[in-house]
Every structure is written in C-alpha cells, then in structure tokens.
C-alpha cells in the first residue's frame, strides 16, 4: 500500500476521530441495538434497522481511518527545509496577477483540505502548479473560470 502524507496536525485530527468512534459512538450504537431489541419483534423494529444501519457506518469509519493512520506518512511542516520551495505541508502566499487579491494557502494531505481554512488537498490543480515553485516564481492554474497566474509572494514552514 502506498503512503499517504499528512501533516501532524491531520494525524492527531484522525487519531481523535477513531478514540470518538471507538469510545463513544461504538458504545451508543451498542447500547441503541440493546435496546431495540428489547422492543421485541425486529423485522418491523425501525429503531434496530437505524442502529444497525449506524454500527455498520461507524465499524466502516474505524476500518478506513485505521487503514489511513497505517499508511500515513506523518510529516511536520515545522521540520521542513526546503530551501524556500513549495513542498507538501507548505504555506504558501499568492498574489494573482489579473486582480492583485492575495490569498494564503498551505499544501495538506486529502483529509484534511479544508478551503475556508486555507488547507488545499496535495492533489488539487493549484497545489500541483505550485509544488517545487518558489518565491517569486509565477504559477499557472487552470480553472473553471480560465487559466489564473499566482506569483508567490512567500514561502514558509510552520
């Protein structure tokens, strides 16, 4: 299986979600089965059917983060020397050429692109324009809008 980046704050984010799903939802969803059963007859309990349904959502859940935290490959954007370009968990600052408006981004794995954040997916058209850029440098990114140039302002690992 192939290696997943992730910044460390994305793989304390999973860790969180799977110690939720494990200790708290698991439990829940146990206890509502237990109870629905209870009820006596299941094949018209609609109460067993959504618990059912929610187990099996949350056993898939735990499988795939699991899957993810085992091939993830845990990077610290803070420990990175680059030399100044834009590798993945850079945070880059843009200026685009056609209106000036600036904006920040930093370059994160897939779980934890967030864009009102200013986290793009590793994968994204911007992030594959910038990738081994550096400062300075103009970047071309095909948007739905049309091709739009970004000169990169700054380049920084924190």
């Known amino acids: 299986m192939a290696t997943i980046p992730i910044t460390k704050r994305g793989a304390e984010k999973l860790k969180a979600e799977l110690h939720r799903l494990k200790t708290v ?21 609609a109460e067993y059917d959504a618990a059912k349904d929610r ?21 610290d954007p803070a420990s990175i020397d680059a030399g100044g370009k834009v590798v993945f968990g850079a945070t ?25 954040l200013g986290l793009i997916n590793v994968g994204s058209p911007i992030a594959r324009a910038l990738i081994g850029k550096e400062e300075g440098d103009t ?20």
Not at 55 to 75: D, Y
């Open 25 to 45: 939802d698991r439990p829940a969803v146990i206890n509502a089965i237990a109870e629905a059963r209870a009820q006596g007859d299941l094949s018209e309990n």
């Open 139 to 158: 970047a071309e990114v095909q948007a739905p809008g049309g091709l739009k140039r970004y000169e990169i302002v700054a380049v920084s690992y924190r």
């Open 92 to 116: 880059v600052e843009l200026e685009e050429e056609s209106t000036g408006e600036s904006v920040t981004y930093q370059i994160v794995g897939e779980d934890e692109a967030d864009l009102k």
């Open 55 to 75: 187990q099996g959502f949350i056993e898939g859940r735990i499988q795939e983060v699991e899957g993810k935290l085992s091939a993830a490959q845990i990077i």
